[in-house]
């Protein structure tokens, strides 16, 4: 029996990512745009946890559907966390792209010693027609590279280096980077629990 999940994000790099992690599933990943929404969540928890879960009941709430949906930050230790929670409104500029993102986040650590510690956080949260809701996270540790290596991923993928592998995010395939990213880490815990609730 085929399930029917929304995907609460019209990001295309996080939609990329889910349709891979569930391609081997019996779950059929809507998204925001199958379904004809356009929705606007105002982000303003405390927590990813919080984040997520106002995305995931909104969009549940819109699309009358089973809907999962994250937030994740890039938390680097020589900036106190930051960006973290903020890390996709992290530029001041109106309308900034990830490369500016990537940009400021390298301009603010010049002059602070190597190595730039960080690492990806996701929370994910799965909301359920009948109120019910479910959180899991994932982590990711690496640091932050000089300089921008890779073409794939999104985001902050193209400074982020995970040590045990000696890549950028954005160096990985589709299916290394589903194995070990905080996002695969979070949807993987998610993924243990979605058949019995969606049964």
């Not at 925001?32 to 928890?45: A, M, S, Y």
């Not at 909104?58 to 089973?66: F, N, Q, R, S, T």
């Not at 900034?96 to 956080?121: H, M, Q, V």
């Amino acid at each position: 029996m085929t399930h029917q999940l929304l995907l609460g994000t019209s990001n295309p790099g996080k939609q990329k990512e889910m349709r891979a992690l569930l391609a081997d599933t019996d779950i059929n990943l809507l998204t925001p745009q199958d379904l004809g929404l356009d929705l606007t969540v105002l982000e303003n928890g405390k927590t990813y946890e919080e984040n997520a879960l106002l995305k995931a009941k909104a969009y549940c709430k819109a699309g009358e559907i089973p809907t999962l949906a994250d937030d994740t930050g890039l938390e680097v230790d020589a900036l106190d966390g930051a960006p973290g929670l903020y890390s996709a409104r992290f530029s001041p500029k109106a309308n900034a792209t990830d490369a500016d993102r990537r940009k400021l986040l390298l301009s603010r650590l010049e002059g602070i010693p190597l190595p730039w510690t960080a690492r990806f956080t996701c929370t994910m949260a799965l909301a359920l027609l009948d109120g019910r809701t479910f959180t899991r996270s994932g982590l990711c540790e690496g640091t932050i590279a000089q300089t921008e290596r890779g073409e794939t991923g999104f985001g902050y993928d193209r400074i982020f280096l995970i040590t045990s592998v000696n890549q950028t995010m954005a160096e990985l395939g589709m299916a290394q980077k589903n194995r070990i990213s905080h996002r695969a880490r979070a949807a993987q815990k998610i993924l243990e629990i979605l058949p019995g609730l969606l049964n």
